[in-house]
C-alpha cells in the first residue's frame, strides 16, 4: 500500500512538469500563445534547437513583423 501512495505522489509531481513543457518553445523559452508568431511557426520550429533558430525566435520575440521571413 505503501508503494501505491508513493507511485502516485511522485506521478503527480510529474504531469504538471510535463504538460508544461510541452507548450513552450525550446521546453525552457515562452508559451507558443505568448510568441508573436503563434501556433505555426511553434508547430515547426518549437522544439528544433538550432543557433539559426534560436536567433530567429529571439529577434522575433521582439519584432514581429520578422515572423515570415525568419521563421516561414
Given at each position: 500500500?505503501?508503494?501505491l501512495l508513493l507511485?502516485?505522489a511522485l506521478?503527480?509531481?510529474?504531469v504538471?512538469?510535463f504538460?508544461?513543457s510541452?507548450?513552450v518553445?525550446?521546453?525552457?523559452?515562452v508559451?507558443?500563445?505568448?510568441?508573436?508568431?503563434g501556433?505555426?511557426?511553434f508547430?515547426?520550429?518549437?522544439?528544433d534547437?538550432?543557433?539559426?533558430?534560436?536567433?530567429a525566435y529571439e529577434i522575433?520575440k521582439?519584432?514581429a513583423?520578422q515572423c515570415?521571413?525568419?521563421?516561414?
Open positions: 500500500m505503501k508503494k507511485a502516485t506521478a503527480a509531481f510529474t504538471p512538469t504538460a508544461n510541452s507548450d518553445w525550446f521546453g525552457d523559452g508559451a507558443w500563445y505568448q510568441h508573436p508568431c501556433m505555426r511557426a508547430a515547426k520550429y518549437g522544439q534547437r538550432s543557433p539559426e533558430v534560436r536567433r522575433t521582439h519584432d513583423s515570415e521571413k525568419l521563421l516561414p
